[in-house]
């Protein structure tokens, strides 16, 4: 296994979703690691400032945006160098009922998180693994993809049924993508957290908030932090024998179908 504390130096990484939470803490933990780090989020003034205050590159985009996604992917690469590693983070979690008290759910909230989560994430693979090809060097690695997947795609909860089927979505597509990209070089893996301490959780609304923060892990008895993400990618990358496997960091917990 390679140096955890080298396996990213000079390499170029690419975190979605790396204004805040665990795109942020991933982003940090790359950029103390050596990388030379791109945040994309689609809030300009959050990437903008955190990517000043990290001393990284930001850019404003969308990952749904097929046409933002890939001018930004090509603007990282004439700043900074092709990609090597990326890190899929940028997600949504709005909670819903497909029919709610006898009225069905709009289609386009359903599509919303789909198109942000599951979608929004293959569109940056497919920028960034052109790159990854190009700068191999020889039967060297040439990149490796961490996608955010979340053990709702294995124990979703009642009124979760579009976030689970994205995140869904996010962690089946690991394998047949670590299949198909192992011939260039380049590794796919997957990371399903479970009640993790960061915006996206706080953000909901109160009771939904207290719901999640209900379900508390056999051990450690608390919400995971966002560094605790970040040390695990970090691993990822220094491993060259993980490849086409979806890692659950939830400390032991299991969901029930309600809390």
Do not use: W
Request: proline share 5%; with cysteine.
């Amino acid at each position: 296994m390679h140096d955890i504390g080298s396996a990213a130096q000079g390499r170029v990484a690419v975190v979605t979703g790396g204004a805040s939470g665990l795109g942020a803490a991933t982003a940090q933990a790359l950029h103390a690691a050596g990388a030379r780090v791109a945040l994309i989020d689609r809030d300009a003034a959050a990437v903008a400032a955190t990517a000043a205050a990290m001393g990284v590159s930001g850019f404003a985009a969308d990952v749904a945006d097929a046409d933002g996604i890939e001018a930004a992917f090509t603007e990282i690469a004439a700043q900074l160098g092709r990609t090597a590693i990326l890190v899929n983070c940028a997600g949504i979690a709005d909670p819903g009922s497909v029919v709610r008290r006898g009225v069905a759910m709009p289609l386009a909230e359903f599509r919303r998180v789909i198109e942000i989560n599951l979608l929004g994430a293959i569109n940056c693979i497919r920028c960034a693994v052109p790159q990854m090809i190009e700068g191999r060097a020889g039967d060297q690695e040439a990149g490796v993809i961490v996608n955010t997947a979340s053990i709702a795609a294995f124990d979703g909860q009642m009124g979760q049924a579009a976030y689970a089927a994205s995140k869904g979505g996010v962690a089946g597509m690991v394998l047949p993508l670590a299949r198909e990209l192992g011939e260039h070089g380049i590794r796919v893996m997957g990371i399903a957290p479970g009640v993790f301490e960061t915006p996206m959780t706080m953000n909901l609304a109160p009771r939904s908030r207290d719901v999640v923060f209900a379900a508390v892990p056999p051990f450690p008895r608390r919400p995971g932090q966002a560094s605790e993400f970040a040390a695990l990618v970090l691993a990822i990358v220094a491993n060259p024998m993980l490849n086409g496997e979806v890692i659950r960091l939830d400390g032991g917990l299991r969901m029930p179908a309600r809390v």
